[in-house]
């Protein structure tokens, strides 16, 4: 069986040059022209930055929604985009501006941020690196992922869902790639059981540990 | 004294220790100098104390410089960090004359540590100058800006940004804080050491022995606001809140303080409080010595509600601390306190007196949001605001700044 290789990483966010956007019609346009990596950030790395919240919403753009702009149907429709779900940054940037037309097409008035509140557009860069730590086999899974930072949680079960294969985190990939006989198959289960939308990173990390160590305890 | 890295393994685990290991490996040897202008008191010099220790001992070669001045400097810069965080305050071309002449007479005793370093990070305002002054500098020279300066007064800002724009990046703890400028802007948010006398544990005797020498009522509520004495925290504010609640319930105040070298205005604002404070033997007006740590940490665990009703603040280092001790906080909503302090989950923001009484009202009638809100506060506080994170965040903006990377991923 290939060990598979425990990696990590590291964010450092930075102001993306972009003015912030006061109103709902300012958000559409700079989602409109932003950078992949500002959609990416705001989508997907967000869950990485320090924060005293657990919003209700997993991306920035939907949160903003809820608290500064006081639409809570927008924030709903903005919410449920799940970022890994899309095949490319293009298509998720193509619904998120379709929803937000939707919302402006319904709304006579459009929503906007008192000073202070305004959306600032960041971007990041993700610094990886490998930790040296393999993993032999899928019952030393559980414990593995027990002991790994959350940068480590991001890079396998979140981030990986946007690198070929798409969709897949990269433990579900190794333990296909290896799969004997179906062995495999009730960690593969564990792991697409997690709806991974609704959680924290040390959230996350838990309830994967809790399902794959629950696999071991059934043995 | 900053505790050895593997002391807070019991308080992070040992992967993010790890973790932080690796990243040393990467950068071994490379020199770093940190600048600011006060050895003591304020956050700025609490973050720099262990920073610069920790560094070392993950193998980067770090130091921690003082740029020295005199009262009149420190009058003026402290005119300028007020006009930066959107004060009217009036700065001469004397006064600008003067910010620079004193980063001059600091030049000859700094120029070997700054020419000779990979990177240099200058914190806030007052040393700012020196990257005019070394022409013969060959490292990357960072600006950290550990105040708000989102809405600054323009005359002050025209003045500063000129010298901030010749960085080659800035950090901001966050971006609500940040203004355009010609560099990479990057945001790390700060954090506190749960081991530095500020936040340890302390036995329940340490605790009780500061309630008595203070002659603090144990039967009695007691709300905390732990500040320098600066306008800007509000704390005659905070005693027209207290005298609100103390109508309906039998409240005690503790407004405890330490001076700062570079804070001149401290003592005006001192007697403005005493005066607001009156004969009340309930409000207990406390100026401690700079190195009072073990003090301020007793006054926080005594608290049982934590105030920083500030109407500025930078990123409000004292609520992290509130919060590590298991209190939620009451805060201002303004600066970095929002980023903490979430309605209902971590305590409650405020805009006014009225406010700030209300919801401590609130509290006193229901115990078990303190313990829950103080709980939650604390894990908040465990898996992103200490020290450990924040060297994490600066060892991996060393990485991509001397690397010069670009690359919005990158695989080292």
Redesign the interface.
């Known amino acids: 069986m290939t060990p598979f290789e425990v990696k990590?990483c590291?964010?450092?966010?930075?102001?993306s040059?972009l003015p912030p956007a006061f109103n709902l019609r300012e958000l559409r346009e700079r989602i409109a022209a932003c950078g992949d990596?500002v959609l990416?950030h705001h989508y997907c790395e967000t869950t990485l930055r320090?924060?005293?919240?657990?919003p209700d919403y997993r991306n920035d753009f939907a949160v903003w929604s809820k608290l500064y702009l006081g639409d809570r149907v927008l924030a709903e429709r903005l919410g449920i985009l799940d970022p890994y779900l899309f095949p490319s940054l293009g298509e998720l940037r193509a619904a998120t501006v379709e929803v937000i037309d939707e919302r402006l097409g319904e709304l006579t008035m459009i929503p906007w941020a008192r000073a202070?509140d305004e959306f600032?557009f960041?971007?990041?860069?993700?610094?990886?690196?490998s930790?040296?730590v393999r993993i032999s086999h899928p019952s030393e899974l559980a414990d593995a992922v027990r002991?790994?930072?959350?940068?480590s949680i991001y890079f396998h079960f979140l981030e990986a869902r946007r690198r070929p294969t798409i969709g897949k985190d990269d433990f579900t990939s190794w333990l296909l790639e290896n799969e004997d006989g179906g062995r495999n198959l009730p960690y593969i289960e564990a792991l697409a059981s997690i709806d991974y939308q609704f959680h924290t990173l040390?959230d996350l990390r838990v309830e994967l540990a809790t399902r794959l160590s629950g696999l071991e305890e059934a043995k | 004294m900053t505790a050895p890295l593997a002391a807070y393994e019991g308080i992070v685990?040992?992967?993010?220790l790890?973790?932080l290991r690796?990243?040393g490996e990467?950068l071994s040897g490379i020199r770093v100098v940190h600048v600011n202008s006060t050895r003591e008191g304020g956050g700025v010099a609490e973050i720099l104390e262990w920073m610069a220790r920790l560094m070392l001992e993950l193998g980067v070669t770090a130091s921690w410089e003082i740029l020295h001045g005199n009262p009149g400097f420190f009058e003026i810069t402290k005119a300028i960090h007020n006009g930066l965080q959107g004060h009217h305050v009036e700065i001469s071309s004397k006064d600008w004359k003067v910010y620079e002449d004193v980063n001059e007479a600091n030049l000859d005793r700094l120029r070997p540590h700054l020419e000779e370093a990979d990177l240099v990070f200058i914190h806030d305002p007052q040393p700012a100058h020196l990257l005019r002054l070394c022409d013969r500098r060959k490292g990357k020279w960072i600006w950290r800006a550990h105040i708000d300066i989102?809405r600054p007064y323009r005359p002050v800002w025209k003045g500063i940004r000129p010298i901030v724009e010749g960085y080659d990046a800035s950090i901001f703890s966050m971006?609500?804080f940040?203004q355009?400028l010609p560099h990479?802007?990057?945001?790390?948010?700060p954090s506190i050491d749960p081991l530095s006398e500020k936040n340890r544990d302390l036995s329940p005797a340490e605790i009780e022995a500061v309630r008595s020498e203070y002659g603090l009522d144990p039967s009695r509520p007691l709300l905390v606001q732990i500040s320098r004495f600066d306008r800007f925290k509000d704390p005659v504010g905070v005693i027209e809140a207290y005298r609100m609640v103390r109508k309906v319930s039998p409240v005690q105040l503790v407004l405890a303080g330490g001076g700062a070298t570079d804070d001149p205005e401290g003592k005006a604002v001192l007697e403005d409080v005493m005066e607001a404070a009156g004969n009340d033997p309930d409000i207990h007006v406390l100026l401690l010595p700079p190195d009072a740590h073990r003090t301020i940490n007793a006054l926080q665990r005594l608290a049982t509600i934590i105030l920083q009703k500030s109407t500025r603040e930078g990123f409000g280092l004292v609520v992290t601390e509130g919060m590590w001790k298991g209190k939620p906080v009451i805060g201002g909503d303004v600066g970095g306190i929002r980023?903490?302090?979430?309605n209902h989950?971590?305590g409650f923001l405020v805009n006014t007196p009225e406010g700030a009484a209300h919801r401590i009202r609130y509290f006193l009638h229901h115990q078990d949001s303190i313990d829950r809100m103080g709980a939650t506060?604390r894990e908040?506080v465990r898996?992103?605001?200490l020290l450990t994170?924040h060297i994490?965040?600066y060892?991996?903006?060393m990485?991509?700044t001397l690397r010069d990377?670009k690359?919005?991923?990158?695989?080292?």
């Not at chain 1, 590291?10 to 102001?15: D, F, Q, V």
């Not at chain 2, 685990?13 to 993010?16: D, E, H, I, N, Q």
């Not at chain 2, 990479?184 to 948010?189: A, E, H, I």
Request: charged share 15%; no cysteine; hydrophobic share 45%.
């Open positions: 990590d590291a964010l450092l966010t930075r102001m040059g990596n990416f320090a924060t005293f919240d657990n202070g600032f960041m971007e990041a860069t993700t610094v990886m690196f930790t040296g002991k790994m930072t959350n940068g040390p | 685990g040992a992967t993010v790890r973790q690796q990243f990467k989102s971006a609500e940040a355009p990479p802007q990057f945001l790390v948010p980023l903490q302090v979430v989950h971590t506060a908040f898996e992103n605001f994170r994490r965040e060892l991996t903006l990485l991509v990377i690359a919005n991923f990158v695989n080292v």
